[in-house]
């Protein structure tokens, strides 16, 4: 069992930078593959990025490539989410995921069905 918990949301403007954490318990977190997905109000919960839990992978939505930075601390059992040059489409609550499952290629990763834990959320508003 994983409980994972997000920190880190918030609301600014156009262009700033967010971090969101995600803080996992569990004695295997290295072991799992990490993922963040987003849901916007009235729409389907997006993929935002993934890491695989071995050589430190990473996979990127189109949408956010180049401005976000996903990547993990095994130390400390947390993963982030660094968010820059934020756009007012950003906004979204943010989640965190993971699986000890075996993972494929890009599909894999973006595939929320794919994942076995998630945390509760947090809101990132990104104003204009």
């Known amino acids: 069992q994983v409980q994972l918990v997000e920190s880190g949301g918030g609301l600014v403007q156009a262009g700033d930078s967010l971090r969101l954490s995600c803080a996992a318990s569990?004695?295997?977190?290295?072991?799992?593959?990490m993922g963040w997905f987003r849901q916007a109000p009235g729409k389907e919960r997006d993929f935002v990025a993934a890491?695989?839990?071995?050589?430190?992978?990473?996979y990127y939505a189109d949408s956010v490539k180049g401005r976000f930075t996903i990547s993990r601390d095994n130390a400390k059992n947390t993963v982030y989410l660094q968010m820059d040059s934020l756009k007012p489409e950003d906004t979204a609550v943010y989640y965190c995921?993971?699986?000890?499952?075996?993972?494929?290629?890009?599909?894999?990763?973006?595939?929320?069905?794919?994942?076995?834990?998630w945390g509760q959320g947090t809101q990132v508003t990104v104003s204009s």
């Open positions: 569990g004695r295997t977190f290295s072991r799992y593959a």
């Open positions: 890491i695989r839990w071995s050589f430190g992978f990473t």
């Open positions: 995921a993971a699986t000890d499952g075996a993972l494929g290629g890009y599909s894999d990763y973006g595939d929320s069905g794919r994942y076995d834990y």
